[in-house]
């Protein structure tokens, strides 16, 4: 068996983020294969992510010249393409092995996007009618993909999506000469929106890459959150740019980690926790504190909000405290109607982070720290110090 | 002392019991009763749940209906989960979440507010982790037309949940799991034992390792590199026996 295709068209996939496999979408007269609401997570690499899926790309011969991928037209790489009966194959034997739970296929613009997405969807055809394969399958349109092929895409899988790369049409043409932001992104964009309300089960997504065109936070989250009201998204990723040799941007400093983490809490802030686009708080330079969570920083700007009586602040109130999710809170509210709390240990067993939440929390009145810190934070932090760096307290 | 079996039913008779008699219930060392008398000993098997649940609420006027509704079905859901834990203390724990969730209601004891509550849910999710771990981690072997088998590394008693959870999956196959206590197959929605013995051979190296090795490793970003957040989703102790163990090992 030669894998070098495989390793070949795995690596060039491997920038692509999402990994999610949770889906409520069923294939009727399937003979192999299922989907669940939570996915499973098959294996984890060395860098920690998940591998759910078969992550392939169709081709990573591509006619784009976008600055940061590996894939670029300009790069000077092995360039190869799988035939789909070939990657339906090699699908299938995986998937009974139960290595992976379904397959994420993405491709490079080969000719044009339309050649490419239908050689992709020949391939969905084979696992889906001549496998009768029931699991999972996100699909990666290409930027410019017209109707009728979206329309299929949606047809055959359960999640679709569509990178938009940069927030903006101004920071897009940064990153790339050849792509389009309104005509080949927002308007695939549009018509995915349009056609998923005639295919309940199916969702769709998008991807940024973050710090590669000088974006600021605040605008990725602009879009996130017109994302989210206006084109039904059900999840933005976000993947910290890091330089490839061999591209424009080669010499350009990775971003940071840590601001892909926060973009992440903030989205996450959005979809479950009722936050609005103007509770984030902003530096000068329209980034997020890389040094306290965008929940705790709410938090610090809105001291009139806390503390919360925790055996009466309403649900919303509750999913304002730092170290409380939607599910922490629900169960609160749940113990509530038959007993009432009285110490942070009982938060504690059910899960809360009491280091972050007790400053904002009461037990009938009762505080069991000082919130005094939420005047300034970084004001009540103490060093000891030595004489002798051997000798300490 | 009221002696019960290690299932839901006799444990909630038990508790049951032991209010209304005011006996102890013998929860560890049962080889101890040889030293009872035998009419000193209360059996949970020869009452009925409901006629205790009576009784108790006539006695204490208490109403413990929520037991057979949604909220009494997940308690004892949670309890049979982790009555397949290994933990030695797993009766003494359901006893003292029951007396939680009797005394301090049942949302208390669930939501795992109390601590034995919480113990509770820790060892129910313990067994329900390996589950789904175990839905990921195990990799198959094709035995022949239809069948898959694979040799799972269980911490728990939780091959039957396993196999079920597969059969969704591939519910046209039989499956195989062969661990050191036995094999046991599922086909149609049903289970049974098998020879172990005649499964091994299809356990062997498949030519698809190097397949999963190498896309395994083509899908590593180094410069992402953090073996802390790997190893808190692949425990160590799982390294010996997956295949992507020995890559992880090297990474160290």
């Given at each position: 068996?030669?894998?070098?295709?495989?390793?070949?068209?795995?690596?060039?996939a491997?920038?692509?983020?999402?990994?999610?496999?949770?889906?409520?979408?069923?294939?009727?007269?399937?003979?192999?294969?299922?989907?669940?609401?939570?996915?499973i997570?098959h294996s984890?690499t060395?860098?920690?992510?998940c591998v759910?899926?078969?992550?392939?790309?169709?081709?990573?011969?591509?006619?784009?010249?976008?600055n940061?991928?590996?894939?670029?037209?300009?790069?000077?790489?092995?360039r190869?393409t799988f035939?789909?009966?070939?990657?339906?194959?090699?699908?299938m034997?995986?998937?009974?092995?139960?290595?992976?739970?379904?397959?994420?296929?993405?491709?490079?613009?080969?000719?044009?996007?339309a050649?490419?997405?239908?050689?992709?969807?020949?391939?969905?055809?084979?696992?889906r009618?001549?496998y009768?394969?029931?699991?999972?399958?996100?699909?990666?349109?290409?930027?410019?993909?017209e109707?009728?092929?979206i329309?299929r895409?949606a047809?055959?899988?359960?999640?679709?999506?569509i990178n938009?790369?940069?927030p903006?049409?101004d920071?897009?043409?940064?990153?790339?000469?050849?792509?389009?932001?309104?005509?080949?992104?927002v308007?695939p964009?549009?018509?995915?929106?349009k056609?998923?309300?005639?295919?309940?089960g199916?969702?769709?997504?998008?991807?940024?890459?973050v710090?590669?065109?000088?974006?600021?936070?605040?605008e990725?989250?602009?879009?996130v959150?017109?994302?989210?009201?206006?084109?039904?998204?059900?999840?933005?990723?976000?993947s910290?740019?890091?330089?490839?040799?061999?591209?424009?941007?080669?010499?350009?400093?990775?971003?940071?980690?840590?601001?892909e983490?926060r973009?992440?809490?903030?989205?996450?802030?959005?979809?479950?926790?009722?936050?609005?686009?103007?509770?984030?708080i902003f530096?000068?330079?329209?980034?997020?504190?890389l040094?306290?969570?965008?929940k705790?920083?709410?938090a610090?700007?809105?001291?009139?909000?806390?503390?919360?009586?925790?055996?009466?602040a309403?649900?919303?109130?509750?999913?304002?405290?730092?170290?409380?999710?939607?599910?922490?809170?629900?169960?609160?509210?749940?113990?509530?109607?038959q007993?009432?709390?009285?110490?942070?240990?009982?938060?504690?067993n059910?899960?809360?982070?009491?280091?972050?939440?007790?400053?904002?929390?009461?037990?009938?009145?009762?505080?069991?720290?000082?919130?005094?810190?939420?005047?300034?934070?970084?004001?009540y932090?103490?060093?000891?110090?030595?004489?002798?760096?051997?000798?300490?307290? | 002392?009221?002696?019960?079996?290690?299932?839901c039913?006799?444990?909630?008779?038990?508790?049951?019991?032991?209010k209304?008699t005011?006996?102890?219930i013998?929860?560890?060392?049962?080889?101890?009763?040889?030293?009872?008398?035998?009419?000193?000993?209360?059996?949970?098997?020869?009452?009925?749940?409901?006629?205790?649940?009576?009784?108790?609420?006539?006695?204490?006027?208490?109403?413990?209906?929520w037991?057979?509704?949604?909220?009494?079905?997940?308690?004892?859901?949670?309890?049979?989960?982790?009555?397949?834990?290994?933990?030695?203390?797993?009766?003494t724990?359901v006893f003292?979440?029951l007396e939680?969730?009797?005394?301090?209601?049942i949302?208390?004891?669930?939501?795992?507010?109390?601590?034995?509550?919480k113990?509770?849910?820790?060892?129910?999710?313990?067994v329900?982790?390996?589950?789904?771990?175990?839905?990921?981690?195990?990799?198959?072997?094709?035995?022949?037309?239809?069948?898959?088998?694979?040799?799972?590394?269980?911490?728990y008693?939780t091959?039957?949940?396993?196999?079920?959870?597969?059969?969704?999956?591939y519910?046209?196959?039989?499956?195989?799991l062969?661990?050191?206590?036995?094999?046991?197959?599922?086909?149609?929605?049903?289970?049974?034992?098998?020879?172990?013995?005649?499964?091994?051979?299809?356990?062997?190296?498949?030519?698809?390792?190097?397949?999963?090795?190498?896309?395994?490793?083509?899908?590593?970003?180094?410069?992402?590199?953090n073996?802390?957040?790997?190893?808190?989703?692949?425990?160590?102790?799982?390294?010996?026996?997956?295949q992507?163990?020995?890559?992880?090992?090297?990474?160290e």
């Open positions: 068996m030669d894998t070098r295709k495989l390793t070949i068209l795995g690596e060039a491997k920038y692509d983020i999402c990994s999610s496999t949770a889906s409520t979408k069923q294939f009727g007269k399937a003979s192999i294969g299922n989907t669940l609401p939570s996915g997570c984890f060395p860098d920690g992510r759910s899926m078969l992550k392939v790309l169709m081709s990573n011969e591509c006619e784009k010249d976008c940061y991928c590996p894939n670029r037209v300009q790069r000077d790489v092995l190869t035939a789909p009966e070939e990657l339906a194959r090699l699908f034997d995986m998937y009974e092995r139960n290595y992976i739970e379904g397959l994420f296929l993405s491709s490079g613009v080969r000719h044009n996007a050649s490419t997405i239908e050689n992709m969807l020949k391939t969905l055809e084979i696992i009618f001549r009768r394969f029931g699991g999972y399958i996100h699909l990666k349109i290409l930027p410019g993909t109707e009728q092929f329309e895409a047809e055959l899988s359960n999640r679709i999506s938009l790369e940069a903006n049409r920071r897009l043409s940064i990153l790339s000469r050849t792509k389009d932001f309104d005509k080949e992104l308007q964009l549009r018509s995915i929106s056609i998923l309300k005639r295919h309940p199916t969702t769709h997504s998008t991807q940024f890459i710090g590669a065109a000088q974006e600021s936070d605040k990725i989250l602009t879009a959150n017109r994302l989210y009201s206006g084109f039904d998204l059900k999840r933005a990723y976000f910290a740019f890091y330089p490839v040799a061999g591209t424009p941007l080669q010499h350009m400093p990775p971003a940071s980690q840590l601001r983490h973009l992440y809490q903030s989205d996450f802030l959005m979809r479950f926790y009722q936050f609005r686009f103007q509770d984030f530096d000068e330079s329209s980034n997020l504190d040094s306290l969570d965008p705790l920083m709410y610090i700007k809105n001291p009139q909000l806390f503390p919360v009586e925790i055996n009466r309403t649900l919303d109130q509750l999913l304002r405290v730092p170290g409380i999710g939607p599910k922490s809170a629900r169960k609160i509210l749940q113990v509530r109607r007993y009432k709390l009285r110490s942070p240990m009982e938060l504690k059910m899960g809360i982070s009491l280091k972050r939440a007790q400053k904002f929390i009461t037990f009938d009145g009762k505080c069991f720290d000082s919130s005094r810190w939420l005047l300034d934070p970084n004001r932090q103490y060093e000891q110090l030595s004489f002798f760096k051997e000798v300490s307290l | 002392m009221i002696r019960f079996s290690s299932n039913d006799s444990l909630l008779k038990a508790y049951l019991l032991s209304l005011g006996d102890q013998l929860t560890e060392g049962g080889d101890s009763l040889l030293f009872f008398r035998e009419d000193a000993v209360i059996d949970t098997e020869n009452y009925i749940l409901e006629d205790l649940i009576t009784q108790y609420q006539d006695y204490f006027l208490r109403n413990i209906r037991l057979s509704s949604f909220k009494g079905n997940e308690l004892k859901y949670r309890i049979s989960t982790a009555l397949r834990h290994t933990s030695q203390h797993k009766h724990v003292k979440a939680d969730a009797f005394s301090k209601g949302h208390y004891c669930l939501e795992g507010a109390s601590e034995h509550g113990q509770l849910r820790h060892l129910c999710s313990e329900q982790h390996e589950v789904y771990r175990m839905m990921g981690f195990i990799r198959f072997r094709p035995a022949g037309e239809k069948c898959l088998v694979a040799s799972p590394k269980l911490y008693d091959i039957d949940l396993i196999l079920r959870e597969f059969q969704n999956r519910p046209y196959h039989r499956i195989v062969v661990t050191e206590a036995g094999a046991r197959a599922i086909e149609d929605k049903r289970l049974f034992s098998v020879d172990p013995v005649f499964y091994e051979k299809f356990l062997a190296d498949d030519s698809f390792d190097q397949v999963w090795e190498e896309y395994y490793q083509s899908q590593y970003i180094p410069a992402r590199k073996l802390r957040l790997t190893a808190s989703k692949i425990p160590k102790k799982y390294w010996d026996w997956m992507e163990g020995k890559i992880l090992r090297n990474e």
